[in-house]
Every structure is written in C-alpha cells, then in structure tokens.
C-alpha cells in the first residue's frame, strides 16, 4: 500500500469505477486496474469489488474491508508526516528530489 494506491481507492469511492478513478488520476485504465488487482490479491479480503457493465451499468465500489485498510494507510501517513523531526523522515525527503530527471534517450 502506498499513497497512489490510497488515492485511487479514494478517486474509486468518489467515481463509483475505475475507468472514472483512472480519468481522474490521470492515468490509463489498464494501469487502475493493474492495481486494483494487486491489492485485491495481496490483502486476506478483496478491497474492491466490481459489476460488470449492463444496460443498468456497471462500476466499482470499495468493500468495507478496503474502507478499513484505506482508513489505517491514512492514519499511518498523518502519523508519519506529522513526525517531522524523525531523522529517517528528513533523510528521505532529503535524497528525493524535487521533480523526477528528465529520461535519457537509448
């Protein structure tokens, strides 16, 4: 679990699907998706359950296990973030830079 994994459960509680989620991200379905399925296979109960599209629609919702799971990721990032005077905490933030490096060409 991390922070875009936490952002796409909550664009997916928002939108009500991964398409929309995705849409919102700015990132590609599949890419959703692949996530999705990630955390669906590595947690002990699904975190999001889908319904395949039908003349009614179709969507995504998360379960009451994946609400849980979202809610204690949350509470360890404010936890973290709030804990400015770690040291391992501002090493980190030390070595990241501020824009990713532009790719190098092959």
Aim: glycine share 10%.
């Amino acid at each position: 679990m991390g922070p875009g994994k936490a952002d796409l459960l909550d664009a997916i509680r928002s939108y009500g699907s991964i398409s929309a989620a995705a849409r919102a991200l700015g990132m590609s379905y599949r890419r959703a998706w692949l996530l999705v399925d990630a955390m669906n296979r590595c947690w002990r109960e699904q975190v999001v359950v889908t319904v395949p599209g039908s003349a009614h629609g179709g969507g995504a919702r998360i379960t009451q296990f994946g609400e849980k799971i979202l809610a204690l990721y949350r509470a360890l990032q404010s936890r973290v973030d709030g804990s400015v005077a770690c040291p391992d905490r501002a090493a980190l933030a030390e070595a990241m830079l501020a824009e990713p490096k532009t790719r190098q060409k092959a």
